[in-house]
């Protein structure tokens, strides 16, 4: 069964541009969270998708979106890029959302730099 | 908003001590995931604790779940240099989320 997949691997984009990453999850899995991840803050939470709707989303600004298709491939977009979004974003897949989490699975990640 | 606490954020060990990374939250967790990243890699499930006090092994790890199922801990033994990486815990919390500590980065010296 082929992993998640995330696309491009690396990005550079300049100040102000916008930008689109997309992860396709594993086959069978619905739900998509999205992470960004800098050195020395972990994983911050960005938002997770189930059946094309958004069930959580933390705490970041409004230029940071997604959404997810009916095939559960899923999109993230962060407009007017600043330096600071610089970071590795993950996209996880479950299976779904029980009352107790099933395991994620992770892709490789976009790398993300914003000069 | 809720978080979960993970200590310390590094650790470096001669190989063959022992290694113990904490995660701690406010509030009652469901569950408790444990997840390895390693260097340029991406995070990768080890294990997840759902009942309270319990406790499962993996070879050298040993994961804990508090009685009370606020913490949890993540125990190697007699670590070794492929034991590098970046240890994350991550807890069921409100609103059926799952929340990650902000990982505790294991180095070896062999």
């Known amino acids: 069964k082929a992993g998640v997949t995330q696309t491009p691997r690396y990005l550079i984009k300049t100040r102000g541009q916008q930008v689109t990453l997309s992860c396709s999850p594993i086959s069978g899995h619905r739900s998509v969270s999205w992470y960004q991840q800098t050195p020395g803050q972990g994983l911050q939470f960005l938002f997770e998708y189930f059946s094309e709707t958004q069930r959580n989303k933390g705490n970041f600004p409004g230029r940071f979106s997604g959404r997810q298709f009916s095939n559960s491939r899923s999109e993230m977009n962060v407009s007017t890029l600043e330096l600071g979004d610089s970071a590795l974003y993950l996209c996880?897949?479950?299976w779904g959302r029980g009352v107790v989490r099933p395991e994620a699975f992770f892709g490789q990640g976009t790398r993300l730099t914003v000069v | 908003g809720q978080q979960v606490m993970q200590i310390p954020q590094y650790q470096h060990v001669q190989e063959g001590e022992d290694f113990t990374t904490y995660c701690n939250s406010s509030?009652?967790?469901?569950?408790i995931q444990w997840y390895k990243q390693r260097p340029g890699g991406h995070p990768v499930f080890l294990i997840q604790l759902v009942k309270s006090g319990e406790v499962k092994k993996q070879k050298r790890l040993t994961f804990q779940f508090g009685e009370a199922k606020k913490n949890s801990s993540l125990h190697i033994t007699a670590t070794q240099t492929t034991d590098v990486g970046t240890y994350f815990c991550a807890g069921g919390v409100n609103n059926n989320d799952m929340r990650f500590g902000a990982g505790t980065r294991l180095t070896v010296k062999p």
């Open positions: 996880a897949s479950s």
């Open positions: 509030t009652t967790l469901s569950n």
